[in-house]
């Protein structure tokens, strides 16, 4: 028995194909919908075409249309996509799943107020692994809270459009919490020329693009005489996908509310 009806927005997308695939090889999700932009060459080609089946799903822009037989949609596309599906998910009453990065402080306010009428998982970062590392983290910079350089460093594929990462930003809004610290404050994104010393109270930044580079993040606590670094690396998308799933099952049961993977993974 099909428990979940899942619509996936960024169909042709990377993390959307791995998606539709994972769907159709998963004994209790079943694809209700498929949506991309209008431009896309994917439009009016069966969703789950790209890896040779048929899933009875075309590709829609139309944004009802894809949703009208869903009860979750997962959402991987860029910040105006996703604030566009948001709009009809909470007119709809659809639950949300966004992976979506790179989104300003404004789009984040809305997207707390349209989780007062739908539930939505909102994470950078659906992966087991990077949420653990989360947890790491906190406790690392609660030890090292004084004496130690923090130091946030991202390398991931070519075509990438936002830096630093979602997951990146994550790791120093929790560095910065377990410290007292605002991020807004001490981070520290570019450096170049006579840049002076470095202030021991920021969190630097560096973001590295290149070729097919999945996802990878190491934060490095440099002290005196020793430095640790924490890493997770990812070697495949499916560690992404699998939490996606996982979020859409979470929510089966809950009619609102603002969650991430810390509320899905059990680890608040
Ligand atoms: N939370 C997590 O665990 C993860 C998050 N991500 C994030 O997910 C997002 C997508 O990543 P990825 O799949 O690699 O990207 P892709 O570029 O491969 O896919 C994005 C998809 O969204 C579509 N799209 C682009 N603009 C819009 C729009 N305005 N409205 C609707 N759809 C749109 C694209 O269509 P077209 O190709 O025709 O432009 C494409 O199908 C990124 O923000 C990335 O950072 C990625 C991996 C894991
Ligand atoms: O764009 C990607 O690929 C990824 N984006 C997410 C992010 O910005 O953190 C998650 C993962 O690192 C892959």
Same mark, same amino acid.
Do not use: W
């Given at each position: 028995?099909?428990?979940?009806?899942?619509?996936?927005?960024g169909?042709?997308?990377?993390?959307g194909q791995m998606?539709?695939?994972?769907?159709?090889?998963s004994?209790?999700?079943?694809?209700?919908?498929?949506?991309?932009?209008?431009?896309?060459?994917g439009?009016?080609?069966?969703?789950?075409?790209?890896?040779?089946?048929?899933?009875?799903?075309?590709?829609?822009?139309?944004?009802?249309?894809?949703l009208?037989?869903?009860?979750?949609?997962?959402?991987?596309t860029?910040?105006?996509?996703?604030?566009?599906?948001?709009?009809?998910?909470?007119?709809?009453?659809?639950k949300?799943?966004?992976?979506?990065?790179?989104?300003?402080e404004?789009?984040?306010?809305?997207?707390?107020?349209?989780?007062?009428?739908?539930?939505i998982v909102?994470?950078?970062?659906?992966?087991?692994?990077?949420?653990?590392?989360?947890?790491?983290?906190?406790?690392?910079?609660?030890?090292?809270?004084?004496?130690?350089?923090?130091?946030?460093?991202?390398?991931?594929?070519?075509?990438?459009?936002?830096?630093?990462s979602?997951?990146a930003?994550?790791?120093?809004?929790?560095?910065?919490?377990?410290?007292?610290?605002?991020?807004?404050?001490?981070?520290?994104?570019?450096r170049?020329?006579?840049t002076?010393?470095?202030?021991?109270?920021? &969190?630097?930044?560096?973001?590295?693009r290149?070729?097919? &580079?999945?996802g990878?993040?190491t934060?490095?606590?440099?002290?005196?005489?020793?430095?640790?670094?924490?890493?997770?690396?990812?070697?495949s998308?499916?560690?992404?996908v699998l939490?996606?799933?996982?979020?859409?099952?979470?929510?089966?049961?809950?009619?609102?509310?603002?969650?991430?993977?810390?509320?899905?993974?059990?680890?608040?």
């Amino acid at each position: 028995m099909k428990q979940h009806k899942i619509a996936v927005a960024g169909a042709s997308g990377r993390m959307g194909q791995m998606l539709i695939d994972a769907i159709r090889q998963s004994g209790d999700c079943e694809l209700s919908g498929a949506l991309d932009v209008a431009a896309s060459p994917g439009i009016g080609a069966d969703a789950a075409a790209f890896s040779g089946h048929t899933s009875g799903v075309l590709i829609h822009s139309d944004i009802r249309q894809g949703l009208k037989n869903a009860d979750v949609l997962i959402d991987f596309t860029r910040p105006e996509g996703t604030m566009a599906h948001l709009a009809v998910c909470r007119e709809l009453g659809v639950k949300l799943v966004i992976g979506t990065t790179g989104f300003s402080e404004a789009q984040k306010a809305e997207i707390a107020a349209a989780a007062k009428d739908i539930a939505i998982v909102f994470a950078p970062n659906m992966s087991v692994g990077v949420n653990v590392t989360l947890k790491l983290l906190e406790m690392a910079a609660k030890a090292m809270s004084t004496g130690y350089d923090i130091e946030i460093i991202e390398a991931h594929h070519r075509h990438k459009v936002d830096a630093p990462s979602g997951t990146a930003l994550k790791m120093g809004e929790v560095i910065a919490d377990a410290l007292g610290r605002d991020l807004k404050e001490c981070a520290v994104y570019a450096r170049e020329g006579v840049t002076g010393e470095r202030d021991p109270s920021s &969190i630097g930044f560096a973001a590295i693009r290149g070729g097919d &580079i999945v996802g990878d993040h190491t934060v490095l606590f440099a002290g005196t005489g020793e430095r640790i670094e924490i890493s997770h690396k990812s070697s495949s998308r499916a560690n992404y996908v699998l939490g996606s799933l996982r979020a859409a099952r979470f929510l089966e049961n809950r009619t609102s509310g603002l969650f991430d993977m810390f509320d899905v993974l059990n680890l608040k």
